[in-house]
């Protein structure tokens, strides 16, 4: 799943992860399959496969042609293909579904289901094997294409006929599993004016019970007041004495919510009082992070918007009602606008913005230690592993660092082409996507 484990902390405790690797010559790329032409959602790795969203540039099945959304499936040991789901794109066009993104979230997979959005927001229940097994898998038996390479559907549920989603752009969301409950964002947002919110009473997060795809409850405190689109995944967490579903939402606020019953328990604007959208005020796009009671994330807007001002927080998640100023641990201003999501670890908070910066600051306190500039523009998210931090970036270049209060940076890896989305390890192995192609870098033999 995106981050790893529910409270989206980008970090993983696995070792031995190589920190050296050239796509040219091939050294330690165990393997290397193509996608599409463009790749955002991280990679998951779970049930012996590797699944991926893209678009379909990649061609691999010729019934299905043009501009869709994808999901692949590959084989965990060697990258072959095994099957993939193709969805249309929506009918309204690029105001709810924008040309060749694809698909853009991270599934999460459950034994052998595989929960995601696509880019049609529906979220779907899908088998792992696909239909490789021979078996259609139900209740949803209406599948239109049954061959080996295509997908099993379990259940769905149309975000836009169940509960009146308007998306803008694209549905991203990246779901999350607590107990019997299945958690995603909506997306819904604006129109293509920018002007209008056409589905005001639209939820900004839906929770469905996973085995039925039943919606069990949804959360709408954002109504009319949405800024754009609203693009950030929830994360579960304890938080003192409640598990808590912590959603940054359309109008610039991160809100603490009950997971169990979807009960608000506070609310933190992430803007200055006295800031403007969207030149000085902010969406959220980027995932809460909750570590050890506080919830870290920082704020941004649309890469289309290109660069200006950002703010991050530390934020106690233990506070209840309007936590403006009482919740606010730190504040950290000197970051730009940013869409990723950070890594805590050791006492140290590693976040980057779409600037082009990677940012080392203080947990508890928010003191920079050290900052570097990458060059390019960043989508992606700092990964730590191993007693490293990784970082990818529009030039298709990963900066690999040294985990720690001073900078050192380890090595410099060109992956051919831009690298939108976050590093993820697996059994030993580290996974990374630039936009067409999908590798397994390891120096294990």
């Known amino acids: 799943m995106w981050g790893g484990t529910p409270d989206r902390n980008m970090v993983s405790d696995a070792k031995g992860i190589v920190s050296t690797w050239d796509v040219n010559t091939k050294k330690n790329i165990k393997w290397v399959a193509e996608v599409g032409s463009q790749n955002y959602g991280n990679p998951t790795v779970a049930d012996g496969k590797v699944f991926v ?30 099957w993939e789901q193709i969805n249309d794109k929506l009918s309204q066009g690029r105001a709810n579904d924008w040309p060749y993104q694809g698909v853009a979230s991270s599934p999460i997979v459950e034994g052998k ?95 469905l019970d996973k085995n039925t795809g039943k919606l069990v409850y949804e959360i709408n405190d954002v109504g009319e007041r949405i800024l754009h689109g609203q693009w950030s995944t929830p994360a579960v967490g304890k938080i003192g004495d409640t598990v808590q579903l912590v959603s940054g939402q359309g109008d610039g606020w991160v809100r603490g919510y009950d997971v169990a019953t979807g009960k608000k328990l506070w609310s933190f604007d992430m803007n200055p009082k006295d800031s403007t959208w969207n030149k000085t005020r902010n969406e959220v796009i980027a995932t809460p992070v909750i ?21 991050m927080y530390a934020i106690d998640g233990t506070k209840r009602g309007d936590i403006t100023e009482t919740g606010r641990i730190w504040h950290y201003d000197k970051i730009r606008r940013s869409i990723s999501t950070a890594a805590v670890h050791n006492g140290l908070v590693y976040e980057a913005d779409f600037s082009g910066f990677l940012h080392c600051l203080d947990a508890k306190t928010g003191k920079p230690y050290w900052t570097y500039d990458m060059l390019s523009a960043v989508w992606a998210s700092p990964f730590v592993v191993d007693g490293k931090v ?28 831009s690298v939108y989305s976050s590093a993820v390890v697996a059994h030993g192995v580290l996974f990374l996507t630039n936009r067409n192609q999908l590798f397994a870098i390891t120096d294990k033999k």
């Open 291 to 311: 570590v050890d009671n506080v919830v870290y994330l920082a704020n941004g807007q649309d890469p289309e918007h290109g660069e200006g001002v950002g703010h």
């Open 113 to 207: 289901k595989l929960y995601y959005v696509t880019n049609r927001s529906v979220v779907m229940c899908l088998d792992t094997e696909g239909f490789r097994d021979g078996v259609n898998n139900g209740p949803y038996k209406d599948e239109k294409f049954t061959s080996e390479t295509d997908a099993d559907i379990i259940w769905q549920f149309d975000m836009i006929e169940e509960v009146g989603n308007y998306p803008h752009n694209l549905s991203n969301s990246s779901p999350l599993i607590w107990n019997n409950l299945l958690i995603v964002s909506t997306g819904n947002g604006q129109d293509e004016t920018h002007n209008h919110i056409p589905s005001p009473r639209a939820p900004s997060v839906i929770a």
């Open 53 to 82: 969203g893209t678009n379909n540039e990649g061609n691999r099945d010729p019934r299905q042609k043009g501009d869709k959304g994808v999901l692949m499936a590959f084989n965990e040991a060697d990258g072959k293909f095994l």
């Open 390 to 417: 990784y970082l990818g970036d529009e030039d298709g270049d990963v900066r690999i660092f040294a985990e720690g209060k001073e900078m050192k940076k380890l090595a410099e890896i060109n992956m051919g082409s």
